[in-house]
């Protein structure tokens, strides 16, 4: 990245140093589990802890109550050289109990023993009910200034930079599940704004199963396994989920978007995010206006094929962690937009007859574009996963001066909730002052004691008014950055238990979504409901979704009735006709490459020169390049710079791979035979190993960019690949190679190889 670049100025001043030798990733490949290489023997001369690496930071270190320290990061963690109790008395000894003789009872006495065990017994917290496998990053927000005038959040003013934390996650599995599940991601946004915490809570869908916050049980225990067996883990495809979902039909809109791409997201880097309601933000005369929040990935919005994404589950559960934490490592930082759309604060409430109060509907950005306000930028990774991303409290109701909240229902429940579920989790009231929480504004809320009680309070009078602590603290007003909730009208009406009518209708935006996409895209969404019913076992629970699916489209009800072997039956209301909205397919742009993954397959028999070259020329274009060979180690043997081995055939998969190239015609492996390794399978003699082609015919049916040179055409007809076939590219060199191979990854895929049937 350019050094001029002041996100990259930001992260510098974030993380105290830019990587380089000392502490950055091996021959440019991220992963390095360490800030240095560890010896062959273990090291017994005492030594300091080391430092956290380069492209790591932990939480600033302000007080509980919002104040600077001043003190560096490091006193927060671990110090000296020796193995101590919890209250700092060093030991001789953390092997052995204390026992009655070497063969005896463990003694009562032990209290290093007791302390060990006891701490290691309560060291994981409840996980979260919801969104319990995530992944975080810190980074920072640039704001454009281009929202000054509908708000006066001080975050937002031109040229703000703004602290985040940034957690993404899945939302039925539990903390062992798998990353690349088809479900909704969570998309939460922690900014430590000068006025206070800003908590963004969205997701990467902009709708949700329901409308009112008092059906998110009943949705979450739908989804969830079934609880006599406790599965399926992580998944929708059972009775419960379609069994809710069909009868409950305002699920429609968010079950579509699960069923399509965006429910299996290539990267959180390649994830649009959303904030899912209609909030309200006040400028600096008070006046209001309705907006709704979009994260715009600034490399485009890329999903996994299905295929990939169960590959990936077995082979890589962390596949979208390791991505993250690998890019960041790598210096290619995620970056988004923030864009609002905004909307006339009327009675009403609506925009272009769309309810703006109902969670289950959009608004076409063709109908009210997305304006963007400011850049995210994620240059650093945690240094503790359970301090940080674990611990890490999101809340709807942590707001700023000039974003306030509107009447959603299922918003309205989200701002008790989120509140009451932290007392469990993180054993009381307290947890606003771990670490990740604090604020980086000054508090004084004359909240005292509780569970985890950290900040040392002074003065006598926790209440107001007061006189004995000379009548701090004090109120503010608008003038002095008060929080004032905006005086809505409130309608005179009766206590009821209902929703407006216009709630009412599950079915027209999801036959916008249907027509907004491209024949591939339509082709995956009718698989994805495909697989997922035929995993249903209940007939009339198919039935039943089928008839969901008549009033969203007949093409795509008869196609999975087809594939359930089930008759299609009709609407039983009529079908709408709407605008179609570019804006909601995934195709048909270009996207830059920063941070794709390329692998370069050779041996010592190939073009290292070129592969020397093409490597380089990778990086250079802000990708990572990953080297394939037969064997691991290093190849040296044309006297040229050594090249490192970060794959094998063994441990290749083509899931990790944006393109492919081939340099000559690699060898066979010493560990290509079945009993090794069962993806050997040598049906007939190959020119090269066979697990080769298995990776290429992965790589070309889940539509990816292949390249070949020096020979290694022999392998892509050994993989029986079309020469001509669209998206494979041979040619006389791998720079020349690499020219297109890039120019065809802007696309993410070779969508050509798609033929469809819709």
């Not at 830019?18 to 992963?31: C, F, M, S």
């Not at 939480?59 to 050289?81: D, F, K, N």
């Not at 802000?622 to 710079?641: E, H, K, W, Y």
Request: hydrophobic residues 40%; proline residues 9%.
């Amino acid at each position: 990245m350019n050094e001029q670049n002041p996100l990259k100025a930001a992260a510098q001043k974030i993380t105290g140093t830019l990587r380089g030798d000392d502490g950055g990733p091996q021959d440019g490949v991220p992963g390095k589990p360490g800030p240095v290489s560890p010896p062959f023997a273990e090291p017994t001369e005492p030594a300091e802890p080391l430092p956290p690496k380069a492209d790591q930071h932990g939480p600033e270190t302000v007080s509980p109550t919002g104040q600077p320290t001043g003190a560096e990061q490091a006193r927060m963690a671990q110090s000296g050289a020796y193995v101590t109790t919890a209250q700092g008395a060093r030991l001789h000894d953390t092997d052995h109990s204390l026992k009655a003789g070497p063969r005896g009872p463990v003694l009562l006495q032990d209290h290093h023993l007791r302390e060990k065990i006891m701490h290691f017994d309560h060291e994981r917290i409840p996980e979260r009910v919801v969104h319990a496998r995530g992944a975080a990053a810190h980074g920072v927000f640039q704001a454009y200034g281009t929202a000054v005038g509908i708000t006066k959040a001080a975050f937002l003013a031109k040229d703000a930079e703004t602290p985040v934390l940034v957690r993404f996650s899945t939302v039925l599995g539990s903390r062992g599940s798998a990353d690349t599940v088809r479900d909704t991601r969570g998309f939460a946004t922690k900014f430590y704004t000068e006025e206070g915490v800003f908590d963004l809570v969205g997701n990467n869908i902009p709708v949700f199963f329901i409308q009112d916050a008092i059906k998110f049980p009943d949705v979450i225990h739908a989804g969830k396994p079934h609880p006599d067996r406790e599965i399926p883990q992580a998944q929708s495809a059972h009775d419960t989920f379609w069994d809710f979902v069909s009868l409950h039909t305002e699920a429609t809109h968010h079950t579509l978007w699960n069923m399509s791409d965006r429910g299996i997201p290539r990267s959180y880097r390649t994830m649009e995010g959303f904030g899912v309601h209609t909030f309200r933000l006040t400028n600096a005369e008070g006046a209001a206006t309705l907006v709704k929040f979009h994260w715009k990935p600034k490399l485009g919005v890329h999903s996994l094929v299905w295929e990939e994404a169960q590959i990936a589950a077995g082979v890589d559960p962390d596949f979208h962690r390791r991505d993250l934490a690998d890019a960041i490592e790598a210096g290619a930082y995620p970056q988004w937009e923030l864009g609002i759309q905004t909307f006339p604060d009327t009675p009403e409430q609506t925009f272009a007859g769309i309810d703006l109060l109902d969670p289950t509907k959009i608004v076409p950005e063709e109908l009210a574009p997305v304006q963007p306000i400011g850049l995210l930028t994620l240059n650093a990774n945690p240094s503790n996963y359970f301090a940080e991303t674990e611990q890490v409290a999101f809340h709807v109701g942590h707001l700023v001066p000039g974003i306030d909240v509107t009447d959603d229902p299922l918003l309205q429940g989200r701002l008790f909730s989120y509140l009451d579920t932290q007392l469990t989790r993180l054993g009381g009231p307290n947890f606003g002052q771990l670490p990740i929480n604090r604020t980086h504004a000054p508090v004084n809320d004359m909240l005292r004691d509780g569970m985890h009680q950290t900040a040392v309070h002074r003065g006598v009078a926790p209440y107001r008014p007061n006189s004995l602590d000379g009548g701090c603290p004090f109120l503010a007003g608008a003038d002095t950055g008060a929080f004032i909730e905006v005086p809505a009208q409130v309608a005179e009406s009766r206590k009821v238990r209902e929703a407006p009518a216009s709630f009412d209708d599950h079915y027209s935006q999801p036959r916008l979504f249907w027509l907004s996409m491209s024949p591939p895209e339509r082709e995956h969404i009718i698989a994805a409901y495909t697989f997922e019913l035929g995993k249903c076992y209940e007939q009339a629970i198919k039935e039943r979704a089928l008839g969901v699916l008549a009033n969203i489209d007949p093409q795509l009800c008869e196609q999975v009735a087809a594939g359930l072997g089930l008759p299609a039956p009709a609407a039983d209301s009529s079908l709408t006709d709407p605008e179609p909205s570019p804006a909601l397919s995934q195709l048909g742009r270009t996207w830059p490459t920063d941070g794709r993954i390329v692998g370069i397959v050779t041996d010592a028999a190939g073009d290292l020169d070129g592969v020397r070259t093409v490597r380089q020329a990778v990086r250079d274009a802000g990708m990572v390049p990953l080297l394939i060979a037969p064997a691991g180690g290093m190849i040296d043997s044309d006297g040229g710079d050594p090249l490192t081995i970060q794959r094998t055939f063994a441990t290749a998969r083509s899931i990790e791979f944006d393109a492919l190239l081939i340099a000559g015609t690699p060898g066979r492996g010493a560990d290509a035979y079945g009993a090794r390794d069962a993806k050997v399978v040598d049906t007939e003699p190959t020119p090269t190993d066979p697990r080769l082609p298995l990776l290429l015919n992965e790589a070309f049916r889940h539509g990816k960019a292949i390249g070949a040179w020096a020979g290694g055409e022999a392998v892509l007809s050994a993989a029986n690949i079309p020469s001509d076939a669209a998206g494979v590219v041979q040619g006389d060199s791998g720079s020349a190679v690499l020219e297109q191979v890039v120019r065809l990854m802007g696309s993410h895929r070779v969508w050509e190889r798609f033929p469809t049937g819709v």
